[in-house]
């Protein structure tokens, strides 16, 4: 029915576009101050937007005659709107954009909020998606950070249904789907440039994503000409932040020139125990070969060593009266040191070619490198008792009732709140422990381990847009990429002890005397294992991608269409390097490849009532090939995947209105997506079976459903009422199957249904809004406040709780069965921030910007922004208090505080 719908649309529209009465906007834009053209504006009429060239000239086909409005919106400018008279032809003229006193504070909170993101939860990490997109939508620049700090995503998607490219190449983890933005932290000014376009709607250099796809212009030539020194201040996630960048812009010789450097850095964050230190560099060349070639190289990287956050139990937060507790750090010598540290580095490399074949048609060809190390510490312990201090042995809890003694609880309470030893990582006893062993001649009980997820890829990539006449374009290309991660650990710190051996301990319990099976690698039998060794697993996961596809955009005086489609092949596997004892034959070696064919159609429609008000309809549907992540069940042993593995399937619409007037600009859409055939897989440590176990669940659905609006009214010239708001119902709509699996191969695989239909998708608010006010007076002043509200946030289940096994022996309307099945809404929350920035300009050519922020001005700290359940349950007592949910909270009160210099 889709591809009928699409093939119709593809017949009718060229007959319409005789029809059609429509016009050309042109003109150049310069900044207000030095009158230097400003390329990479996003100017706007309608629905149908283009960027400004390098020497910031426009031109806009296509548009309907009569009354409109046109924006132009850039990073580091004010946004300007004019309302026109479009007729055959219209040349603006010249148009002047100020420079925006909040531009640098809006583009720091960003980063500072991102950095804030990290903790021991990755996939709480990178759902940051909004955050990443430069808009001029009003609720997407209102939500990106109003809604920020409760990790708010657009219509509830994961990150991996927003696509991200720089210099026109796609970085999105090949793993995962997620955008990696510590791929570019610290590097504000080189890469404020972009180009966002949202939800299902068409783009011009990719297919584009249910979500969103955003695209980092790095053009030498297209930087803003400046040197700016920016230093800010902060205590989230670092407190001291300097950047120096220089751009030449396209210089008389033809060469245009961008460089940047930063450094952040913070002995300690908002949250105890943590720490930052990063460097970030950017170069930018091009060269004008003539007026219709230009080649582009980009070159970056942003090494980051941080200490992370972990979350907790809300007896831990109460225990310590604190509820940013950070289970990762404790006190040695006297300093506080993280057992979990987070190092990155992964530089990107990109060269571009820029090819104008005429003036219809222009060609962009992309190839680019991403290669470095990626690494995360952790403890690890072999027959000795667990040193997580947070562990549930250790909480006044634990006791049963039976044998609860009020005396032993109130010391546990009272060492929790004043002694660090009991209530953080006992680093003396660790190494005490380790010294003990020594004396005996055994391998150290504990350990700082790194596991290593260091990344290779090559893209390559072209792109076409050819304008038929002013009334139609066609844009197409293809993408190819190889990819491969190298997964492994070494052994960091022996913590006084004197070796370690390379033997699964937790086979060696359940399989006593089998000398084979408790080998990690049967070609290298118990090894003894020295710092900077690798041990436990070495295996790589190889992914080759490729897609082609095409875009057709036609242009009437009352309608645009447009029809798109895509095909891609994926393929990928897994290498093992060790020969795993508990699967000797699936572990080694190159396993079978994983291939699948997927295909995409889009379509959808403007109706264009009059020059300010606008109906937008768009639909997709797709097949997607499984992430590696969720598709092998234990990649860390061996080759098996999930079964039935195959592609998903995404069904998406979205119907919005759009009101561009002087006075007011506003969007209200209606969206539907629709997921089937999903896999996730979960790996975590089992207490009762004493393993790790890998978790997978499959043939998942789910359905994303909900309104989002968003306005900005001007009260007058320089007040103006921002609002912006969601109701979303996003939910599991299916029973999926699960399989345990348990790595140390003591108990053979288990598959059972998971009651989780109508189940709500955690991890964000589904219902958000924001109310502010907005002043951006003369002499460059510029003041915001917002009150902010979420609700409608649910807690990360734990699959085992919603099986027939965990309510095995409870009677029909027992209350039990309830209190175990129950999904957790967490509280609703609210917070209010508040910004000022000014600029002053210096003898004419200098400029000054000074920029703070608070946010959570009251200090709302009981605002729990997601959590999970711990993923083990008690099957014999089926109390879900023994293993309590770990939760986090959002900042309490913070600030930001910025200063740029810039000539």
Not at 378 to 385: E, P
Not at 398 to 418: G, L, R
Not at 598 to 615: E, Q, V
């Amino acid at each position: 029915m889709i591809k009928r719908i699409i093939l119709l649309l593809l017949v009718m529209l060229p007959a319409t576009v005789l029809y059609a009465q429509t016009g050309t906007v042109l003109g150049i834009v310069t900044d207000a101050d030095k009158g230097n053209p400003l390329p990479a504006v996003t100017v706007r009429i309608g629905t149908q937007q283009t960027t400004s060239r390098t020497d910031g000239s426009f031109e806009l086909q296509g548009i309907t005659i009569g009354e409109g409005m046109i924006d132009f919106s850039l990073n580091g400018y004010e946004d300007h709107t004019l309302q026109i008279k479009v007729q055959e032809t219209v040349n603006l003229g010249t148009i002047k954009l100020k420079a925006a006193p909040g531009s640098d504070l809006s583009s720091g909170l960003a980063e500072i909020s991102l950095a804030s993101f990290e903790s021991d939860d990755d996939s709480r990490a990178q759902n940051i998606s909004g955050l990443l997109s430069s808009s001029n939508d009003v609720f997407v620049s209102a939500a990106s950070y109003s809604f920020s700090a409760a990790y708010f995503r657009m219509r509830g998607y994961d990150a991996d249904l927003n696509s991200t490219y720089i210099a026109n190449s796609q970085i999105n983890d090949a793993e995962t789907g997620r955008t990696l933005w510590a791929l570019w932290g610290g590097l504000n000014d080189a890469t404020r440039n972009k180009v966002t376009v949202n939800g299902i709607s068409p783009s011009n250099f990719s297919f584009g994503n249910i979500g969103s796809v955003t695209n980092i212009i790095t053009r030498a030539s297209q930087q803003r000409a400046q040197t700016k020194l920016t230093y800010s201040s902060t205590n989230r996630s670092y407190t001291n932040r300097l950047m120096l960048t220089h751009s030449t812009g396209l210089m008389d010789n033809n060469w245009a020139v961008t460089l940047s450097a930063s450094k952040r850095w913070g002995n300690e964050g908002f949250v105890e125990g943590t720490f930052y230190d990063a460097y970030g560099w950017f170069l930018g060349l091009e060269k004008k070969l003539s007026d219709n070639h230009s080649i582009a190289f980009t070159a970056l990287a942003a090494p980051v060593q941080r200490g992370m956050q972990g979350g907790s139990t809300q007896e831990v937060y109460d225990l310590v009266d604190n509820n940013y507790y950070n289970p990762n750090w404790g006190y040695q010598n006297g300093e506080k040191r993280n057992a979990r540290i987070r190092r990155m580095n992964q530089p990107l490399m990109v060269l571009n070619h820029y090819w104008k074949l005429n003036e219809a048609t222009r060609i962009t060809t992309t190839a680019s490198y991403l290669f470095g190390e990626t690494s995360t510490s952790s403890l690890n312990w072999y027959k000795a008792s667990d040193p997580r201090p947070d562990y549930y042995r250790y909480l006044p809890s634990y006791f049963p009732v039976s044998d609860y003694d009020p005396i032993i609880a109130s010391t546990m309470t009272q060492n929790w709140q004043n002694d660090p030893s009991v209530s953080q990582i006992n680093w003396d006893r660790l190494y005490q422990v380790n010294y003990l062993a020594n004396q005996e001649g055994k391998q150290a009980h504990y350990i700082i381990e790194n596991r290593h997820n260091d990344q290779s890829q090559i893209n390559l990539s072209s792109f076409i847009n050819h304008d038929v006449n002013d009334k139609a374009q066609l844009s197409g290309g293809f993408e190819l990429s190889s990819h491969t991660g190298s997964y492994y650990k070494t052994l960091e710190d022996l913590l006084g002890g004197e070796y370690w051996v390379d033997i699964d301990q937790f086979a060696e319990r359940d399989f006593p005397g089998n000398d084979t099976t408790i080998q990690n690698d049967l070609n290298n039998p118990n090894r003894v294992i020295n710092i900077g060794d690798k041990f436990g697993y070495d295996y790589k996961l190889h992914q080759n991608n490729g897609n082609a596809w095409a875009l057709a955009k036609f242009t009437t005086r009352k309608f645009d269409y447009y029809g798109g489609a895509q095909l891609t092949y994926t393929s990928f596997w897994r290498e093992g390097f060790m020969q795993n004892g508990r699967y000797p034959e699936n572990s080694l070696g190159v396993s079978e490849k994983n291939n699948f064919l997927d295909y995409a159609l889009k379509a959808g429609g403007t109706y264009k009532i009059t020059g300010r008000h606008f109906i937008e309809a768009n639909i997709a549907y797709m097949t997607r090939a499984p992430y590696m992540r969720h598709s092998f069940i234990s990649s860390r042993t061996r080759h098996t995947v999930a079964p039935g593995l195959k592609s998903e399937t995404i069904f998406s619409g979205e119907l919005s209105y759009h009101l561009r007037a002087p006075m007011v600009k506003a969007r209200i859409t209606a969206y539907n997506t629709t997921f089937t055939d999903q896999t996730e897989i979960t790996a975590f440590y089992h207490d009762d079976y004493l393993t790790f176990v890998n978790y997978v669940m499959f043939g998942i659905n789910k359905t994303h459903q909900g309104i989002e609006a968003g306005a900005e009214v001007k009260l007058n010239s320089a007040f103006s009422v921002i609002a912006a708001g969601n109701l979303g119902n996003y939910r599991y709509t299916n029973r999926p199957k699960a399989i345990t699996s348990f790595d140390n191969g003591s108990r053979p695989d288990t598959t059972q249904n998971i009651y989780n239909k109508y189940f709500y998708v955690p991890g964000t608010p589904q219902t958000a809004g924001t109310l502010g006010l907005k002043y951006a007076g003369p002499g460059y002043l510029f003041l915001e406040a917002s009150v902010n509200y979420y609700d409608n946030i649910y807690l990360d289940f734990n699959p085992e709780r919603r099986t027939s096994t965990a309510i095995e022996n409870l009677g029909e309307g027992d209350p039990l069965i309830g209190i175990i099945t129950r999904q957790e809404k967490l509280p609703s929350g609210y917070t209010v921030n508040a910004s000022i920035g000014k600029s002053y300009r210096i003898e004419g050519k200098y400029f000054l910007n000074l920029n703070f922020s608070v946010s959570n001005i009251l200090n709302n700290t009981e605002i729990i922004t997601g959590g999970y359940e711990q993923n083990r349950f008690d099957f014999v007592d089926q109390n879900i208090g023994k293993f309590p949910p770990k939760y986090y909270y959002a900042y309490g009160r913070t600030y930001f505080l910025n200063l740029g210099f810039r000539f």
